[in-house]
């Protein structure tokens, strides 16, 4: 028979075990080692049988063990010990608390998924690892973040195979009870909850639960609740489930639902109220709009202002380098949705729909694009890779086309992991016991402390947690062949799978095309005989899953399923399912190499091989993403690409040969290059020298750092500059950028006048300019006269170029100025410069963000003429 109702009976601890209780509704215990060997010992066998889960732990353990423990001095000497530290880390000042007296009093943090720990699965891959890590790396550096996210009732999915390797997904339903969270009540005791209005007078009604990730709170709203009718509790359902109403509906409850669930939050609590808003991919662009509504509806802003208020204090990071990555609606769907009383009529429905308008050359006007909102609604805006930085600066540029793509207000702030989470234990002890116990999650010298480790501590630890990856690789293996329907009896060679002294290479992301999980079988016969290589062998693990829609992405992991079925070679290479936080935790620190082979340059940033890093692991990828910009020629390998090549085929076969060639003769010599002691010095030197250099850059506290200097601070001064009473400074804003814009087809630069330069300049020799510039009705206060400068390509182009102001030296009749400056010629070689005219007003982030510019009519492009 099967239950009506299901709810989950707590445990109540004796009270000697009281602190157990905080430990444990704090995630901070899934980073902090001392916590988990604590919480391990109450059980040890039940611990590890419930995936090192505490919550259920807490649930499953005997009374008469805890009694037990209630008694026993050591352990709840350790317990008092672990439970004194966390208050201290919650309360002590960090590096937060020192930086700045410009620093925002809060920060609150939109994602759709977050990954702080596998047992809360409410994240599918890269997007929700990095906003765990964000999190937990702003508890460590004490930044005040409010976390802000959707509960969903079944995560992502659960991933397993069929008899012929297909991907087969299933969705177990979470209880939140068993979750480590806790529902939020108001004041009254009732849970706390949010309402958006929907079409044809439903309702969507959220209520809000709370984990606590160390000094974070991360709020989560959750539509499971009996106020919804059906169709509304189904809402937070699935991760990037459904259809797109159901999406739409899902972004709604994140960006508007956030916001009302964050300030209801901050209310009850008494904690500050966000000075900075930062929208993790267009998903949660919506809480820009809800901000949008706050002003208009309860403060009396007209609709543009209440646009240059909330901009002023938002970020956006974008994190997709393709236009299949964005979220488009119909927009159709988006007005009927916005019509429905979620705001008021002095919300023009029009206006909204004109933030995600794709109103560039090559847009489609039928649908409402998130991305393009959340450009829109950001006064600063970033990539999450150097080289990602140029890409969406390069795909964006339609929305600021009076500008090269070198010029789109776009930045970037490279991806970082966290270094507890992803580390394995042995690896830190070999450093923190080089250090004296340094702190490896903050950026330092304790990753070059290697150098002092012998060869042979480092070797034994890599074979040790390598040895650790092949076991557990085996038992996975073994349910999975269960789960296709094998019979334990035929699975004998299951033992010998994989050898902890043979080169590991591992592979495990996403599986859209472009990462091309099947790139290594271009010629089989030529990964076979890597494989089988009978001095130099090399295994292969691989994990990924594909989404439930992408039959494509399916189709490849059936292909290497099936490869790897082959008896001649599975003992080599293994495909395991069901790729989440607790297997990736084994899986970077036990692989030798970690290949990354996407189309270049489609992957944002791949902070995978990051992780495998910090472990000493050297990483064999494609020149893109972070490794674009850290590989030195000596920390790993790259893989040349055939870039310019169009056909895909021949370029597949291009990059794999190159890849079958670095593993065979550049690779695996090195693996196994041994001394006299069995160690290979080659190798280890790489990976001290992986450690050392890339140590620092790749943690998540030096990306935190990143965004608290580069936008959270400079966007919180913004916030401030348009604040105040009545948000005069947001309204005088906005009828400036009307009146600029009006007033812009009558700029122009007229005439340039310079002094004589010789048929040779030399270098150091000055240039005097006299501009006449024409402003009609604006005067110079509203504009910047500036020479662009610097070394010019065969066409002109102007390369990396330099900006320099000119002055207004005299006015004339009809809005026309003489604008007078020196140039110094600072470089030699081909040089060249031009002359143009921007808006002007402190209260801009970026000279292009009102996409308005005039030049110099002989150098104008078609996109700058059509624009004046």
Not at 257 to 276: F, I, Q, S
Request: hydrophobic residues 40%; charged residues 25%.
């Amino acid at each position: 028979m099967r239950a009506i109702r299901r709810f989950t009976v707590r445990t109540v601890l004796p009270e000697p075990l009281a602190p157990l209780g905080e430990l444990v509704s704090n995630l901070r215990w899934s980073w902090h080692a001392p916590t988990r060997d604590l919480l391990a010992s109450i059980d040890p066998e039940l611990w590890h049988r419930l995936g090192e889960d505490p919550t259920r732990l807490l649930g499953a353990v005997p009374p008469s063990r805890l009694e037990s423990l209630a008694h026993d001095g050591d352990f709840l000497g350790r317990l008092h010990a672990a439970h004194d530290h966390l208050q201290h880390y919650l309360a002590e000042p960090r590096w937060y608390q020192s930086y700045s007296e410009e620093r925002p009093a809060s920060v609150a943090y939109f994602s759709p998924e977050f990954g702080i720990t596998h047992v809360l699965p409410q994240y599918s891959g890269g997007l929700g690892i990095l906003a765990g890590d964000h999190l937990k790396s702003a508890s460590d550096l004490g930044v005040p973040i409010l976390g802000v996210g959707l509960l969903y009732r079944s995560g992502y999915f659960k991933q397993s195979l069929s008899a012929d390797g297909w991907q087969q997904e299933y969705y177990p339903v979470l209880d939140p009870n068993e979750l480590p969270i806790t529902l939020v009540r108001d004041a009254s005791g009732q849970p706390l909850t949010v309402r958006l209005d929907l079409p044809s007078n439903r309702a969507l009604v959220a209520q809000v639960w709370k984990a606590e990730v160390g000094r974070v709170p991360l709020l989560l709203l959750d539509s499971n609740t009996e106020r919804n009718e059906p169709q509304e509790r189904d809402v937070t359902d699935r991760l990037y489930g459904g259809g797109s109403e159901h999406r739409l509906l899902q972004e709604m409850l994140l960006g508007i639902g956030g916001v009302r669930a964050l300030r209801a939050w901050c209310r009850l609590t008494d904690h500050p109220m966000p000075e900075v808003w930062h929208t993790n991919e267009g998903h949660a662009g919506f809480q820009g709009v809800e901000r949008i509504r706050e002003l208009v509806e309860d403060e009396g802003l007209g609709f543009e202002a209440a646009i240059e208020a909330a901009r002023a204090g938002t970020v956006f990071t974008t994190h997709t380098p393709v236009p299949a990555g964005i979220d488009r609606f119909p927009r159709e769907l988006v007005e009927q949705h916005f019509n429905s009383g979620v705001f008021s009529a002095e919300i023009p429905v029009e206006r909204i729909l004109s933030l995600g308008a794709e109103t560039y050359q090559g847009g489609d006007p039928s649908v409402f694009n998130m991305a393009v909102m959340g450009l829109r609604l950001a006064q600063r805006s970033n990539g999450v890779a150097r080289l990602h930085g140029v890409v969406s600066r390069r795909m964006f540029n339609g929305l600021w086309p009076a500008f090269d793509e070198d010029e789109v207000p776009i930045q970037s702030v490279t991806n970082g992991v966290h270094a507890p989470t992803w580390v394995a234990r042995e690896a830190l002890h070999l450093i923190e016991r080089a250090t004296g116990g340094q702190d490896v999650s903050q950026e330092g010298d304790a990753w070059a402390a290697l150098e002092h480790v012998s060869d042979g501590e480092i070797w034994a630890t890599r074979r040790l947690l390598r040895e650790r990856l092949v076991q557990e690789a085996r038992q996975r293996l073994r349910a999975s062949w269960l789960q296709r329907g094998a019979s334990p009896a035929e699975l004998s060679w299951i033992d010998d799978v994989l050898d902890p002294d043979v080169l590991t290479i591992g592979f495990a992301r996403r599986v859209p095309s472009y990462k091309r999980l099947t790139l290594m079988m271009h010629d089989e016969e030529r990964l076979k005989s890597l494989l089988l290589h009978p001095t130099r062998p090399v295994q292969i693990v691989v994990a990924g899953k594909a989404h439930p829609a992408d039959d494509g992405g399916k189709k490849l992991i059936q292909q290497l399923v099936r490869f790897s079925d082959d008896p001649e070679i599975r003992h080599r290479i293994v495909f395991l399912p069901d790729y989440d936080m607790a297997m990736a935790q084994n899986l970077y620190p036990g692989c030798d190499v970690w290949l990354n082979n996407p189309l270049r340059p489609l992957e944002a940033c791949g902070t995978s091989g990051m992780k495998a890093a910090l472990n000493g692991c050297l990483n064999l990828s494609i020149l893109d993403g972070w490794w674009d910009e850290m590989f030195d020629g000596q920390n790993g390998w790259a893989i040349p690409t055939a870039d310019g090549v169009d056909d895909p085929e021949r370029r597949d076969a291009l990059e794999a040969g190159a890849l079958y060639e670095l593993i065979e003769n550049g690779v695996s010599t090195r693996f196994y290059d041994r001394d006299e002691h069995g160690n290979p010095p080659r190798w280890l030197a790489m990976v001290r020298h992986t450690l050392a250099t890339l140590g620092p850059k790749v943690l998540a506290s030096r990306m935190v750092r990143d965004y608290v200097t580069e936008l959270y601070t400079p966007a919180a001064v913004s916030a401030r500059a348009v604040d105040g009473p009545g948000h005069a400074r947001a309204v005088g804003l906005a009828a400036w950028k009307a009146r600029v814009t009006q007033a812009w087809p009558a700029v122009r630069v007229d005439h340039v006048e310079t002094t004589p330069v010789e048929d040779a300049p030399e270098l150091g020799q000055k240039l005097g300019l006299r501009v006449f510039v024409s402003v009609g009705s604006l005067t110079p206060d509203d504009v910047r006269v500036e020479v662009v400068h610097g070394r010019v390509d065969d066409n002109d182009r102007i390369i990396v170029p330099s900006e320099s102001a000119l002055e207004p030296a005299e006015e004339y009749e009809d809005g026309r100025w003489r604008y007078e400056g020196t140039l110094t010629l600072e470089r030699a070689g081909s040089f060249g410069y031009t002359i143009r005219v921007l808006p002007r007003n402190e209260l801009l982030a970026s000279p292009a963000e009102m996409n308005l510019v005039a030049l110099p009519p002989d150098r104008r492009t078609a996109s700058e003429t059509a624009l004046r």
